[in-house]
């Protein structure tokens, strides 16, 4: 075994679970992390609520923000949007002719 758990002389071992392995390093970063606040004499627990709270409500931004913008490629996939007819075209297509269901 090389110095990385789950590498077998530079192969990865496909018989470690990955999944679990994933969440042991993601908890350990967010371990890391905390450490890193709380160990620090300059920064108050105020301060480290304050970033956390921060830091999470950006993630909501962000997801709304792409949310929103998904919902938007969607619509108009789906044909719902806003359409100006130039005046000649109009009367070209009969549009006021048109069933009110378009």
Do not use: C
């Amino acid at each position: 075994m090389t110095g990385h758990e789950g590498v077998i002389e530079g192969r990865p071992n496909i018989t470690v679970d990955w999944k679990a392995e994933y969440a042991k390093q993601r908890k350990s970063r967010l371990a890391d992390s905390i450490h890193e606040y709380l160990e620090d004499d300059d920064v108050s627990v105020l301060e480290f609520y304050n970033d956390l709270k921060d830091e999470i409500q950006e993630i909501i931004t962000y997801h709304n923000d792409k949310k929103e913008k998904a919902v938007g490629a969607l619509e108009l996939i789906l044909g719902h949007r806003h359409v100006s007819f130039d005046p000649e075209l109009a009367a070209k297509w009969q549009v006021d002719k048109l069933p009110e269901r378009y």
